[in-house]
């Protein structure tokens, strides 16, 4: 059965830590996206990477952190500086086959602070 | 700058058409997207366009887009209240750089009335 997985769904963090989102897929694709939405709004590309070992910034990528050592993995991690951290954290994944950039979309974890 | 625009709500009745619209600015844009996502949960592919149609039907789902204009949209046919949700329409802005960032509108809200 194949897709995007997101764990946990709930996460709390409290002053000064780091978290860290999981995001797993097993559908082969080459890209992976991370997203920040916030209630009412859009969603914010956080950082994304088209291969592995390779990762780009995204429009909000200040106080988050990320690593892409294995193409079905794509961790996302808020650390301390990240002032703001609490809304609904989205991964995706994209085949990036023959310039078509679709995006498939895991199921989220809402990060609260404590 | 890329910037999509969506209105915020649309109230309909069951069973009546729903049309959602949207506007983008890139018009280098080669794919626009449809997304659904219900409350708590991820962002569900509804539909896409390619850039070089005017129109897509799908089941239920017709997505007309007016490149002139920059307008996409998106007609529910027969609405139910099963598509109370909150609509995403989203321009893939790269063209020829080809980076696989997705630009999302802020959603609109559908509420389906019985």
């Not at chain 2, 850039?51 to 996409?72: E, P, Y």
């Not at chain 2, 802005?93 to 080809?98: A, I, L, Q, R, T």
Request: charged residues 20%.
């Amino acid at each position: 059965d194949g897709g995007i997985t997101q764990s946990p769904k709930y996460l709390f963090r409290k002053e000064g830590q780091n978290v860290t989102l999981s995001c797993e897929q097993n559908l082969n694709h080459d890209a992976m996206y991370w997203y920040r939405q916030d209630p009412g709004q859009g969603l914010r590309l956080i950082y994304y990477s088209q291969i592995v070992n390779d990762f780009q910034k995204g429009d909000i990528a200040e106080g988050y952190s990320v690593s892409r050592e294995k193409k079905e993995s794509f961790p996302l991690t808020v650390t301390s500086a990240q002032k703001n951290p609490t809304a609904f954290y989205l991964c995706a994944s994209s085949p990036r086959t023959r310039g078509q950039e679709t995006q498939y979309f895991g199921p989220g974890t809402r990060l609260l602070v404590l | 700058g890329e910037d999509v625009e969506q209105s915020l709500f649309l109230s309909v009745r069951e069973g009546d058409s729903s049309v959602i619209n949207c506007t983008y600015t890139d018009s280098s844009s080669t794919y626009l997207y449809w997304y659904k996502q219900e409350p708590g949960a991820g962002l569900q592919l509804l539909t896409y366009i390619f850039s070089n149609m005017d129109m897509k039907q799908d089941q239920r789902l017709t997505v007309l887009l007016n490149k002139k204009d920059k307008h996409l949209s998106l007609r529910i046919a027969d609405t139910q209240t099963g598509d109370s949700a909150i609509y995403f329409c989203a321009e893939s802005p790269d063209g020829s750089s080809n980076t696989g960032k997705l630009i999302f509108g802020q959603g609109t809200t559908l509420q389906v009335k019985p």
